[in-house]
């Protein structure tokens, strides 16, 4: 059964950092890549960044380049968010996802996902 872990998240405030952590399991990690999407109430799920199987490739939505940093550790099946100079408008539910495609930019129809973990930030 694969399963896809959430961590992390909660209260921060404007300008603060927060770290996301998603664990996998029941799948061979190094055979997908990896993303992270949010979802804020009333909006759609928008991709905000991706890593390739071995972590060389990133790709950032416009919205957070500069300010977040995706990458993975193969040897603990886990793929991170780091989250810097947070803004109110950053506030939603962030998921983890993991596809056998090869597009990091587009992860839409991803195989599997995570949880889902709350992001507010104050202003």
């Known amino acids: 059964q694969v399963q896809l872990v959430q961590s992390g998240g909660g209260l921060v405030q404007y300008g603060g950092s927060l770290r996301l952590s998603c664990a996998a399991s029941?799948?061979?990690?190094?055979?997908?890549?990896m993303g992270w999407f949010r979802q804020a109430p009333g909006k759609e799920r928008d991709q905000v960044a991706g890593?390739?199987?071995?972590?060389?490739?990133?790709y950032y939505s416009d919205s957070v380049k500069g300010r977040f940093t995706i990458s993975r550790d193969n040897t603990k099946n886990t793929v991170y968010l780091q989250m810097n100079s947070l803004k109110p408008e950053d506030t939603a539910v962030y998921y983890c996802?993991?596809?056998?495609?090869?597009?990091?930019?587009?992860?839409?129809?991803?195989?599997?996902w995570g949880q889902g973990t709350q992001v507010t930030v104050s202003s």
């Open positions: 996802a993991a596809s056998r495609s090869f597009d990091i930019a587009t992860m839409r129809k991803a195989d599997y």
């Open positions: 029941g799948l061979t990690f190094g055979d997908y890549i």
């Open positions: 890593i390739s199987r071995r972590g060389i490739t990133t």
